[in-house]
């Protein structure tokens, strides 16, 4: 089992940055494949980014493709999410999710494949 913690949202200017992370608990975080969600008010909640247990695969929304980075650090047990070009609507609430897989370079898109989830970090941009 793994804990999720997410840090680093905060309120930003449109066309700022933020770094948000996602640190984990457990001696197995490396088994992991970890994805970036976010739902906004009134709406689903939707994929934003995943990396694979490896690192090797990393998968994007197309509405963040090229301005979001994803990035793990296994010996930290953390992953992180690096947000440039802020829009007024990735305005959200920004969840990381863990999978165990035996894949090295899974990166799941769906809500239902993920069985472990923080609790969420605010992120607001401004117009």
């Known amino acids: 089992q793994v804990q999720l913690a997410e840090s680093g949202g905060g309120l930003v200017q449109a066309g700022g940055s933020l770094r948000l992370s996602c640190a984990a608990s457990g001696r197995t975080f490396s088994s992991y494949a970890m994805g970036w969600f976010r739902q906004a008010p009134g709406k689903e909640r939707e994929f934003v980014a995943a990396?694979?247990?490896?690192?090797?695969?990393?998968a994007y929304a197309d509405s963040v493709k090229g301005r979001f980075t994803v990035s793990g650090d296994n010996a930290k047990n953390t992953v992180f999410l690096q947000m440039s070009s802020l829009k007024s609507e990735d305005t959200a609430v920004y969840y990381c999710a863990a999978r165990m897989t035996d894949s090295y370079y899974t990166t799941p898109r769906a809500l239902y494949a993920y069985s472990y989830w923080g609790q969420g970090t605010q992120v607001t941009v401004s117009s």
């Open positions: 990396i694979s247990r490896s690192g090797y695969s990393t």
